[in-house]
């Protein structure tokens, strides 16, 4: 069974860092395209980052370009989601999903999703 657990989200001050992990089970980690999106209230879920099965490729939003970094660790069934130089728009519920296509940036490329966990930035 595919489990993916969200952590590290919290409360911080603009211009701060936070990051998140996202700890996977119950399937071949290494052999799948990794993704961050996040939740604001009221609005549609977004596209943040991907990564690809190896982690040599990624790609993120225009929103987060020069602020975010997705990695992971194949060794640890892991991947990240460094956050810096964070804004109040950055406020959002952020879920990692796993998917099967090479260059995922929709939802729909993704088939199973964590939890999520909430990052709240403060003016």
């Known amino acids: 069974q595919v489990q993916l657990v969200e952590s590290g989200g919290g409360l911080v001050q603009a211009g701060a860092s936070l990051r998140l992990s996202c700890a996977a089970s119950?399937?071949?980690?290494?052999?799948?395209?990794m993704g961050w999106f996040r939740q604001a209230p009221g609005k549609e879920r977004e596209f943040v980052a991907q990564i690809s099965r190896s982690g040599s490729t990624t790609y993120r939003a225009d929103s987060v370009k020069g602020r975010f970094t997705i990695s992971r660790d194949n060794a640890k069934n892991t991947m990240y989601l460094q956050m810096t130089s964070l804004k109040p728009e950055d406020t959002a519920v952020y879920y990692c999903?796993?998917?099967?296509?090479?260059?995922?940036?929709?939802?729909?490329?993704?088939?199973?999703w964590g939890q999520g966990t909430q990052v709240t930035v403060s003016s």
């Open positions: 119950g399937y071949t980690f290494s052999l799948y395209t």
């Open positions: 999903a796993k998917s099967s296509v090479i260059r995922a940036r929709n939802v729909n490329d993704y088939t199973d």
